[in-house]
């Protein structure tokens, strides 16, 4: 069974940084377009980084632009998202998604993905 399990999430101050992990399960993810999506409170779920199979190509949503950087492991079937100067605006529900067949931009931007995580809570406050 597919499966995309997120960790890391938590409580962060303004200016401050987490790392997120998407460690994915029952398949390999190497063959996969895998990327980060946020829901904050009230709003619609949005596309912030996407990574390509190869960790080669990367798509980063303008707001995160020079503040989050996306990799992988393919090794240990891992994605991470490091968030650096965190903003009130980044507190969301995170989750990451898989999707093959398509570009890092497709999948970050209104892409059909295969197979979604559970969320995890990112929580911004001083």
């Known amino acids: 069974q597919l499966q995309l399990v997120e960790s890391g999430g938590g409580l962060v101050q303004p200016g401050g940084s987490l790392v997120l992990s998407c460690a994915a399960s029952?398949?390999?993810?190497?063959?996969?377009?895998i990327g980060w999506f946020r829901q904050p409170p009230g709003k619609a779920r949005e596309g912030v980084s996407c990574?390509?199979?190869?960790?080669?190509?990367?798509f980063y949503a303008d707001s995160v632009k020079g503040r989050f950087t996306i990799s992988r492991d393919n090794a240990k079937n891992t994605v991470y998202l490091q968030m650096n100067n965190v903003n009130a605006e980044d507190a969301a529900i995170y989750y990451c998604?898989?999707?093959?067949?398509?570009?890092?931009?497709?999948?970050?931007?209104?892409?059909?993905?295969?197979?979604w995580g559970q969320g995890i809570q990112v929580t911004v406050s001083s």
């Open positions: 029952g398949f390999t993810s190497h063959s996969y377009v």
């Open positions: 998604a898989a999707a093959t067949l398509m570009s890092t931009r497709t999948l970050c931007v209104g892409g059909k993905q295969d197979v």
């Open positions: 990574i390509s199979n190869t960790g080669l190509t990367t």
